[in-house]
């Protein structure tokens, strides 16, 4: 009955919809990182990145190689506005008072977009090759694959940039010792800063890859709570937490769909987050003093 | 303790008087004889896209109903309260309209508040009640007497999909995609027996997750199954295109079809290439259909000369058959009470409306068991029929 063709087929669906759990859990983590905010408005970010590609490719007729990047600008616009509006105000608040003024960031981006496009569920103009792709005799579907491929691409850029690059050092120094970051002259809430602008550009970018899939809704943020439970698998500070719970949830989650059937996809998600929470409660790769809310 | 002062209790007082007045002004200023007509309307949330269109369906049949003098010389009021397709705020939305004006008639949006408010409704029994709902559990006029769907449940949807299926094709292989949600389990169990008795076999029942984006792997096991039909169900959009797009490229060759939800002409061109030949059962026929005599959709093209949802149709629908049976309570001189507006509704039997079902319809319990197959033209860009109206015997 089981095949390894079968298996290998099921096995890179699941790298593919991990990628995108991957791509987005990159943006929890990013300002987790730097500010120890949780910000559950990632997926309506997400979402408005989707719908701004809308909005640039079937609205005023731009090709997708210029919509994408429109799209990635207004997430980060978006970010910046709401660290120096929302965020930066409540520095030195509880973490709950933070993690809530997102969720409500989170509701009042969901009814915005449904005031400007309306509450029908959309589908974005086709950007991405629709040739099917087989590697091997494998079939994959051709979204998921450059998905996958784009999400791989952004993910290690970021890894390796946080090891690298100046900002990338930066946001570790800060991650690690504000005082001690300040002292040697890096300016922190530029840091603060930078880290929401470049995490919502991502997510927006990762809510096109999302919207050409599944397709986009004033309600496709509920994504971001699966990722949430990702994020946390992997490690709420750590990008390679994020690559590698991004990918081990998706294909566990292809296998279960596949073997237990669709209702248990979640339930298997859950059980291990549950798990992983009684084991390692920082997570795969996080560090261990992370706080519990 | 705080010192009462005389500025303190003047405004105590004038803020109990000016809460008394706000309370009892609604009870006092509604028309003796206005029939009211309440509604839980899903009007942001998942279900929005569809409550939008429900809202303006109620609307423009009620302005019809009261340009043309009312029910029986009463005018109907309608009043609604946005819920977020959520059950809490849908029975909040109940209990406030309730208790402000004297409600005779009520819309609900969805199965879980139509089953929360079902013994309320009995407990008052004063309301009829439809709503967004096709669930398959309520139409059961013992457990749920005062309550109806304006259309086929949606076991008898799928009852009028396999029949055309076995009609078409003898002994097909069919596999049912819907999702993990109370809508989308529905219809699945009574349907797979009814497949058996028509000699039809169910290969495959894969289920999503509600929510889920990328339906690969569900693609692969549709392909291992090779159906020769795949019905959709639970969904409206995602993850529907997807999927057809996916399979195709696999080189399966199953039909796809779906339920009413999905069937919304602008929601189906929405799938692109994937639109090309879906189909799917309506119980109504759609805003463009100028075939057959309609004189209801004439009127609705009047009022609004753009196209209107399947959504729009169904509240629309759903208020021509409550006046209906406010009409026929009222005219044999009863009181609007629950049970004597659901005999009135009973007693619909071969009734014209206007052309909007496509035949004469009976409403013997709590559903219309009558709907059409219809498939998408790519050329045309809309869904066309590709079965006369089929009718389940009750």
């Known amino acids: 009955m089981t095949d390894w063709l079968f298996l290998t087929e099921v096995f890179l669906a699941g790298l593919g919809s991990g990628a995108l759990y991957a791509v987005t859990g990159v943006a929890f983590v990013l300002i987790y990182k730097a500010t120890r905010v949780v910000n559950l408005a990632i997926g309506e970010i997400l979402m408005l990145g989707g719908y701004a590609f809308f ?60 005031i400007v496009w309306g509450a029908d569920p959309l589908r974005l103009p086709e950007f991405l090759p629709s040739a099917p792709i087989f590697i091997g005799e494998a079939y994959v579907a051709p979204k998921v ?81 699966s990722v949430l439970v990702v994020v946390i698998v992997g490690g709420l500070d750590s990008m390679a937490g994020a690559l590698v719970g991004g990918l081990f949830i998706g294909v566990v989650e292809a296998f279960a769909g596949t073997f237990l059937g669709g209702e248990y996809r979640f339930l298997v998600t859950f059980s291990i987050l549950i798990l992983i929470l009684m084991v390692r409660p920082y997570g795969l790769f996080g560090t261990h003093e992370i706080e519990r809310l | ?248 490229q696999m080189g399966l060759a199953s039909r796809f079809m779906g339920t009413f939800w999905s069937m919304d002409n602008s929601t189906v061109e929405r799938m692109g290439e994937a639109a090309d030949g879906f189909m799917g059962v309506m119980p109504y026929r759609y805003y463009y259909d100028t075939e057959g005599e309609s004189p209801m959709l004439e009127k609705i093209r009047q009022m609004r000369p753009e196209y209107q949802s399947t959504a729009y149709l169904q509240g629309f629908v759903t208020a021509l058959l409550m006046c209906e049976a406010a009409k026929r309570t009222l005219a044999a001189g009863k009181e609007l009470t629950g049970a004597n507006l659901k005999a009135g509704l009973n007693s619909i039997k071969d009734f014209d409306t206007g052309g909007l079902f496509g035949v004469p319809i009976s409403i013997p319990g709590n559903s219309v068991p009558v709907g059409r197959i219809y498939a998408f033209d790519g050329k045309a860009k809309q869904m066309k029929p590709a079965s006369d109206w089929i009718r389940l015997e009750a």
């Open chain 1, 55 to 114: 909005g640039a490719a079937a609205g005023w007729h731009l090709p997708a190689w210029v919509a994408l990047p429109v799209a990635i600008l207004a997430g980060a616009l978006v970010g910046a506005v709401v660290e120096r509006g929302l965020i930066r105000p409540m520095l030195g608040e509880s973490p709950i008072s933070v993690f809530m003024v997102t969720i409500g960031l989170g509701s009042i981006l969901a009814g915005f977009v449904q």
């Open chain 1, 145 to 225: 694959a450059y998905g996958f491929l784009a999400a791989m691409v952004v993910v290690t850029a970021f890894v390796l940039g946080l090891r690298f690059s100046r900002g990338g050092v930066a946001l570790k120094a800060t991650a690690a010792d504000q005082a001690a970051a300040y002292s040697v002259g890096i300016d922190v809430p530029r840091v603060f800063s930078l880290s929401w602008i470049v995490a919502c550009g991502v997510a927006a970018g990762a809510g096109v890859l999302v919207g050409a899939i599944g397709g986009i809704s004033p309600t496709m943020g509920v994504f971001g709570l």
């Open chain 2, 1 to 248: 303790m705080r010192d009462w002062t005389r500025r303190h209790v003047l405004s105590a007082g004038a803020a109990m008087g000016a809460g008394l007045a706000l309370g009892i002004r609604p009870l006092a200023a509604q028309g003796a004889d206005e029939i009211v007509l309440g509604g839980s309307i899903p009007l942001t949330g998942v279900f929005a896209f569809a409550g939008i269109g429900i809202h303006a369906g109620i609307q423009d049949y009620l302005k019809i109903v009261n340009d043309a003098g009312g029910v029986e010389g009463r005018k109907v009021k309608y009043v609604a309260e946005d819920t977020g397709y959520k059950v809490d705020a849908s029975v909040a939305a109940f209990n406030k309209i309730t208790s402000q004006e004297k409600v005779s008639l009520y819309y609900g949006d969805s199965t879980g508040f139509s089953k929360t408010i079902n013994p309320e409704l009995e407990r008052r029994g004063s309301i009829l009640m439809a709503g967004a709902s096709f669930a398959s559990e309520l139409n059961d006029p013992k457990k749920y007497p005062l309550q109806f769907m304006a259309g086929p449940d949606y076991s008898e949807m799928f009852g009028i999909l396999l029949r055309y299926i076995a009609n078409e094709k003898a002994g097909a292989k069919l596999a049912f995609v819907y999702s993990d949600t109370e809508f989308g389990r529905d219809p699945i169990g009574p349907s797979e027996a009814l497949a058996k008795t028509l000699g039809l076999e169910v290969v495959e029942k894969i289920v999503t997750p509600p929510g889920s984006v990328d339906v690969s792997t569900e693609v692969l096991k549709l392909r291992r199954a090779r159906p020769d039909f795949t019905i959709f169900h639970g969904y409206v959009l995602a993850p529907i295109p997807e999927f057809i797009t996916q399979a195709k």
